[in-house]
């Protein structure tokens, strides 16, 4: 178990630390628009579209990574009031009603949306040139399907912890 959790870890190290590098595609994007507006007073047609989907990819694709390192925002105002060992029974608590049940809300609802994107080839109807969104939507919910894995060893991990033995 311990090898497994340490693959998942690590891959999605890898992942949210590969996407990570789109930020210089984003700001290279802007860069670029702002030029061609303001320099050139001809803006992009393109722009828009990029900018959102890169930035989505950025944020997205780093999720399971920051939720491993205990990075997303929580209220700790009265969590950290508590022993150690309170907060992970919380944690163990509270993952499965508010965690894995808004992730697996949320997962159906983007897999039914995902499925449907790519039956229409779904384009991007707030765009003038209107890209193809099927990927876009894709890609989102690879993200959660990562951070849904994440979630699950990280409270196995709480798990074992609790129950006295050494985190895996």
Same mark, same amino acid.
């Given at each position: 178990?311990?090898k ?16 990570? %590098? ?18 050139? !007073? ?7 579209? /990029? ?12 999720? /399971? ?20 060992k ?31 994107? %790519?039956?229409? !080839? ?13 990927p ?32 895996p």
């Open positions: 178990m311990r497994v959790f340490h693959m998942i870890d690590i891959f999605n190290e890898k992942v949210g630390k590969l996407f990570g %590098w789109f930020i210089l595609a984003l700001i290279a994007t802007m860069v670029y628009e702002v030029i061609s507006r303001y320099v050139f !007073h001809s803006p992009t047609l393109w722009s828009y579209d /990029a900018t959102y989907m890169l930035s989505s990819v950025v944020v997205t694709m780093g999720f /399971a990574w920051t939720y491993r390192e205990k990075g997303h925002v929580r209220v700790d105002v009265v969590y950290n009031l508590f022993p150690a309170v907060r992970l029974l919380l944690d163990i608590l509270l993952t499965p009603l508010l965690f894995f049940l808004f992730m697996s809300v949320g997962l159906y609802a983007m897999l039914q949306d995902v499925i449907h994107s %790519w039956g229409i !080839h779904e384009l991007a109807s707030i765009s003038s040139i209107k890209p193809p969104i099927y876009f939507k894709s890609w989102i919910l690879f993200a959660l399907i990562l951070l849904l894995i994440q979630g699950v060893v990280e409270w196995i991990r709480d798990i074992i912890e609790l129950s006295g033995g050494e985190r």
